[in-house]
């Protein structure tokens, strides 16, 4: 089971501080960067991106699984981008990946949509100030539930407060929360917060 750091979203300055203990954590091995939530074609801006988030590493971007046959055990660390919820856990899913990411021993870095997919479902992705369409007819929301149990919310706001406690009393699932400048790192059952996080059960 990997090591997990979760990030609610584009908190720029605080996202340093995860970024770094994931560059810790992934040792001297490279990096594979999946920027599959994206909804775009061309992924060259996204590889100039994460090597801006990663300088001096070595990064390999999957972007077509047909295409490229990967061994993640030549790899450190697994960076998921965000993008659409929907679309990421599609290819996931469509791909066999689901497997191969819960028995990777490195560590994973999902920000935004690439946190939500570890979650015990991401049904988390369709409501709030910051939701996800379901564009791609994906009918299966189970997500890879690496977290105990949780859901996990992104760009959470506290104007969403009644919104997401409605939503754990229907689903009888908690949520851990995550503003934008703010994550988690999990490793098994121990959760160490960054910043302000929120738990709803």
């Known amino acids: 089971m990997p090591k997990l750091i979760l990030s609610g979203g584009t908190g720029k300055n605080n996202e340093a501080k995860l970024n770094s203990l994931f560059l810790k ?22 590889y100039d991106w994460i090597s801006s988030v990663l300088p001096g590493k070595k990064i390999s971007m999957l972007v077509d699984f047909k295409l490229q046959k990967i061994k993640l055990n030549d790899f450190g660390g697994i960076y998921i981008g965000g993008g659409n919820t929907f ?20 560590v994973i870095f999902g920000g935004s949509a690439g946190a939500i ?23 299966d929301l189970k997500g890879l539930n690496l977290v105990n149990g949780y859901n996990i919310r992104a760009h959470y706001l506290k104007k969403e407060k009644n919104e ?24 098994n059952e121990n959760v160490v917060p960054v910043n302000n996080v929120y738990i709803f059960k």
């Open 25 to 46: 954590l992934a040792g001297k091995k490279q990096i594979l960067y999946l920027p599959i939530a994206r909804e775009t074609k061309d992924y060259s801006e996204c």
């Open 87 to 106: 679309k990421l856990l599609k290819e996931i899913k469509e791909n066999n990946f689901v497997n191969e990411l819960k028995k990777f021993n490195g």
């Open 117 to 139: 997919i570890f979650g015990k479902t991401i049904e988390t992705s369709a409501w709030g100030s910051v939701k996800d369409e379901n564009k791609v007819k994906l009918k």
């Open 164 to 187: 997401t406690s409605k939503f754990v009393k229907k689903t009888k699932t908690p949520i851990i929360a995550l503003p934008e400048d703010s994550g988690v790192y999990i490793n």
